[in-house]
């Protein structure tokens, strides 16, 4: 199915893209029970899809550090190894369990720069079927104010319906 994603045109208007997007998701991701193959998957389709997202992908709770975020799948530059909860943009996230949309990443205080040209940032926590913390789906813009109210609805859309399934391992 992966293939049939590569030739789809997908709608200009942002809502519309998403749309169209997390159903190629869902069909793509469809009967993959390994979680490492979902976040690449939904990390590579989302990188693909927006010009603007400059760095996409996940850090995920490590299990022998369950208060740390260890860098996952992801499409961008160099990201960083590891961040503990309430440090950074992503660390907010895995701390307080809610998205987090930054306009200015300067701005932010305590902001983890892994790549200067980062400008704007938006993570959403992903959680597993029984309600736990397993990571955030982070996605950085080297352009500010770069993501709003519909990028935060589809993406907690689009990894709740890619993760908060029963099966995945």
């Known amino acids: 199915m992966a ?52 760095w996409t992908g996940f ?3 490590d299990p022998d550090k369950p208060r740390e975020l260890v860098v996952g799948p992801y499409q961008g530059t ?45 993570v959403v926590p992903v959680f597993d079927s029984a309600g736990s913390l397993i990571g955030v789906l982070d996605v950085d813009s080297d352009q500010k104010s770069a993501f709003d109210d519909v990028d935060a609805s589809w993406l907690q859309a689009i990894v709740h319906k890619a993760f908060s399934i029963s099966g995945t391992a």
């Open 3 to 54: 293939e049939a994603f590569n030739d789809l045109i997908l709608p200009t208007a942002k809502a519309e893209r998403y749309a169209a997007l997390a159903d190629e998701i869902a069909a793509v991701l469809d009967g993959e029970p390994n979680l490492t193959a979902r976040m690449a998957t939904v990390a590579s389709m989302l990188a693909a899809s927006f010009d603007h997202f400059f």
């Open 59 to 61: 850090y995920v709770v």
């Open 78 to 122: 160099l990201g960083c190894l590891r961040i503990a909860f309430g440090r950074g943009v992503c660390g907010a996230a895995a701390e307080t369990g809610e998205i987090q949309v930054v306009e200015d990443v300067h701005a932010f205080p305590g902001h983890i720069a892994c790549d200067a040209r980062s400008a704007s940032e938006i």
